[in-house]
């Protein structure tokens, strides 16, 4: 009988390298059925006939010496330019029926949506849900919200491997775009608003910036969170649409800018922090697109790397939105750096900020609960050892593929509302087992671990950036390679 | 093979004509029987079973590379200014995908070997034999120069692998590592997931057989595979993952109902092929997979 029962992705990670090491063992026959030159060549440029290539494929197939003939083509042809005159006359014009036919669409769909009444979408609904507390949303914390899904999308982007993941995620982005402004900084959606505003309190402006109609919109919306403005009637053809400038925006006035209107004004200075009980609720739903997008692209990562999926860790972006003079990097490193972990119980669930801080809610995250680090000698004492014991291991691995921070906690998961697991860089494991007093589990190397899955207190699995596997049945006690 | 056609394919004068203009083969001082020979040369190799109409045999040569054909026919005869261009044009094109193949420059070597049997140097009955002949126009020229440099170098691979010896650590090492853990039923459960792999991929399309060996086997990226596939990586992302999911839901069921094991012995069968998965013959797999193939219903994909 087995300690423990595979989950479905250690199962799944299981098959995968199965089949990497069965497909490794290499035996070519060589077959009269082989494909020749000419059909080798005919197949590479789109030539054959269906029935030629079915037949073709059907060999192929159990063919490993006509398999590596058709890797060695598209190998070579990645090397050489694009043969246009390879091209069939059908998929020249089919090429460019494409981007035709996608066009047109995108202009029949310009003037045929009424954007001003477009219903609610879930996103935008969450969104002022969540900003109903708070008595005028600030353009900072819009701005935060953007960066950090901002931050979300590039880290997916630089990770994720899975084309269905990427395409949620494209679709979580797209989503947010249009639901939310995205300014990159508060000043910039500042500055967009009081554009719009002179355009529209300027009908003689001659020198419009130039936007696109879609920041117009964003712009529209900036404005009217001071200030009701009645519905701007849908244009629907483009006579009755606004006039859109088509030139490169003007250089700024050398004049002072008009006065701005009071919306504006009100706007304009930097507003009082939210709370982060309130940033988390605004931001939740808003996450929750993307979060889902980022679970697939760790999927896809482990799954790249040919050891599962694992870590029951939520990539979800939890930082708290940045402040003003964070850098984009800053923010994407601690955004890069903090997910949720959720418990079989809904409402218990921890999170982890900026890799260090651990946080509870027993109140499905309405509110938050400093867990660790514990603010006494102990605690310190021994993050002062972590951070020395990490100085060598950040020195050994500054050659790789960046700089191994010690004491960064990056997965983990919890099998019951009461044991949580944290897998971290340079052997940091952390491991509660009433949901609240955490304590270090001795790890017997130094390296980094990227996730971890456990089935209760004294089981648990982690893996090591490596590829190595380790496994405990007794709590942390010991550990075993496996 | 290429041969002269046993059988009198008729293409009419006009089409022969019109081809021969856009091929410029007077460029070359083809001859036209010459190239008209190529033709049927190129349409006896599509079409083996039998001349087709006159419409199907119209669309065919008007969709070959007549341009290139004419290029070959020139320097398989030796007209000179054609081998001056070729070796002008094409020369680079071979060097970099034997490049591509083998960036330490080994594949070089068979690519200046190509020129050799491309010129003809070898002789039978007293003609000389190029490996332009051998070209029919479905493809570029290019292309087609590829395809026979990637052939020459997999045949190549393949013939040192099964000539090389054996290293010095490999006869001294042990011929099978010890197993990690004293546990008696590892052989046994390591064969029946080999066994049920083997069902496995023996009810799998041919398509999704072909998808798994260019990824796993020739570790292809999904790109490249789609390429070869005619397929978005999006979906050669997705058509793997479902793949692999098909492939692990069949071997726990012909573990559970063939086998009769229980999950916790199934379970047992993933840990233990994990520890260790051994040699397995993937050739012997997949060409036990295509003999199974005619008798076992198709599954749909």
Redesign the interface.
């Known amino acids: 009988?087995?300690e423990k029962?595979?989950n479905d992705r250690?199962?799944?990670?299981?098959?995968?390298?199965?089949?990497?090491?069965?497909?490794?063992?290499?035996?070519?026959?060589?077959s009269p059925q082989c494909l020749?030159?000419?059909t080798?060549?005919?197949?590479?440029?789109?030539?054959l006939t269906k029935a030629e290539r079915?037949a073709a494929?059907?060999h192929?197939?159990?063919?490993?010496?006509c398999?590596?003939?058709?890797?060695?083509?598209?190998?070579?042809?990645?090397?050489?330019p694009v043969?246009a005159?390879?091209r069939?006359p059908l998929r020249k014009w089919l090429m460019m029926l494409g981007p035709a036919v996608a066009t047109a669409a995108a202009i029949a769909l310009w003037f045929a949506v009424d954007r001003s009444q477009a219903p609610e979408t879930a996103l935008q609904r969450s969104t002022q849900t969540a900003q109903e507390p708070a008595a005028s949303p600030s353009p900072t914390a819009l701005a935060g919200q953007a960066a950090n899904e901002k931050v979300a999308v590039d880290r997916y982007r630089e990770g994720a491997?899975?084309?269905?993941a990427?395409?949620r995620l494209a679709d979580a982005r797209t989503k947010t775009e249009a639901d939310a402004p995205a300014p990159p900084t508060a000043n910039a959606a500042s500055q967009r608003a009081q554009a719009q505003a002179r355009n529209l309190g300027a009908p003689n402006a001659q020198a419009a910036p130039a936007e696109e109609p879609r920041d117009r919109a964003r712009a529209e919306r900036e404005t009217q969170t001071g200030q009701a403005q009645p519905p701007r009637a849908p244009f629907r053809t483009a006579a009755d649409a606004p006039p859109v400038a088509v030139t490169a925006a003007p250089p700024p006035p050398a004049t002072p800018p008009p006065p701005r209107p009071a919306s504006i004004q009100q706007q304009a200075p930097p507003p009082p922090q939210q709370t982060q009980a309130q940033q988390s609720a605004g931001n939740r739903e808003d996450r929750t697109v993307v979060t889902e997008a980022l679970r697939d692209s760790k999927v896809a990562e482990g799954f790249a790397a040919g050891r599962g999926a694992g870590g029951g860790g939520r990539g979800i972006i939890a930082g708290a939105a940045p402040r003003p003079a964070d850098s984009l990097d800053s923010v994407a490193r601690r955004a890069a750096l903090s997910f949720d972990v959720v418990s079989p119980d809904p409402l218990v669930r921890w999170r982890v900020t900026d890799g260090r801080v651990v946080q509870g809610s027993r109140d499905g995250g309405t509110t938050w609960t400093a867990q660790y680090p514990v603010a006494d000698p102990q605690s310190r004492a021994l993050d002062a050892t972590r951070v020395d014991a990490g100085a060598a291991e950040r020195k050994r691995s500054a050659g790789g593929l960046g700089v191994s921070e010690p004491g960064i906690l990056t997965a983990g998961i919890a099998p019951s509302a009461t044991v949580v697991w944290l897998a971290g860089r340079a052997g940091l494991i952390l491991l509660t087992t009433n949901g609240s007093v955490w304590q270090r589990v001795k790890f017997p190397e130094a390296v980094d671990l990227v996730t971890v899955t456990a089935t209760d207190a004294r089981t648990a699995t982690v893996t090591a950036a490596d590829g190595r596997t380790f496994v405990t049945s007794n709590g942390g006690a010991s550990w075993a390679i496996? | 093979v290429s041969r002269q056609p046993s059988r009198a394919i008729r293409i009419s004068s006009g089409l022969v004509t019109r081809l021969y203009a856009q091929a410029q083969a007077s460029r070359w001082s083809v001859a036209e029987q010459s190239f008209v020979s190529a033709l049927e040369r190129s349409t006896a190799k599509a079409f083996p079973d039998g001349t087709p109409d006159a419409g199907r045999l119209e669309r065919y040569l008007t969709a070959l590379h007549v341009e290139d054909l004419a290029l070959a026919c020139a320097c398989a005869d030796g007209v000179e200014p054609a081998w001056d261009h070729f070796v002008r044009e094409y020369r680079p094109i071979l060097y970099r995908a034997a490049d591509a193949l083998d960036p330490a420059g080994g594949a070089r070597e068979q690519a200046d070997a190509i020129y050799a049997d491309l010129f003809g140097l070898e002789q039978r009955d007293g003609e000389r034999r190029s490996l332009f002949r051998y070209f029919h126009g479905r493809s570029s020229l290019a292309t087609w120069l590829r395809a026979v440099l990637a052939q020459r170098c997999v045949d190549r691979i393949r013939s040192e692998r099964r000539l090389a010896p054996l290293d010095a650590e490999d006869s001294i090492a042990p011929a099978v590592a010890p197993p990690l853990t004293a546990d008696p039923d590892r052989p046994r459960f390591v064969a029946l997931a080999r066994t049920a792999l083997v069902k496995c991929l023996a009810l799998l399309p041919d398509r999704d057989r072909l998808r798994l060996g260019f990824y796993y086997r020739e570790d292809l990226t999904l790109a490249e595979t789609g390429r070869l596939l005619g397929e978005h990586e999006a979906t050669v992302s997705r058509q793997l993952a479902r793949t692999r999911k098909r492939i692990r839901q069949d071997v726990e069921a012909y573990l559970r109902r063939e086998c009769r094991l229980g999950e916790a012995e199934i379970a047992r069968c993933f840990e233990c092929t994990i520890d260790d998965p051994g040699p397995i013959d993937l050739g012997e797999l997949l060409s036990r997979a295509a003999g199974r193939k005619d008798s076992e219903p198709e599954r749909s994909t």
């Open positions: 009988v087995p029962t595979m250690e199962r799944d990670a299981s098959m995968e390298r199965l089949l990497r090491e069965a497909m490794a063992a290499e035996v070519r026959t060589e020749d030159a000419e080798l060549a005919a197949w590479s440029d789109g030539q079915s494929q059907s192929a197939s159990t063919c490993p010496r398999q590596g003939m058709l890797a060695a083509m598209v190998r070579t042809g990645a090397a050489l043969d005159s390879s069939s491997q899975s084309s269905d990427e395409r496996r």
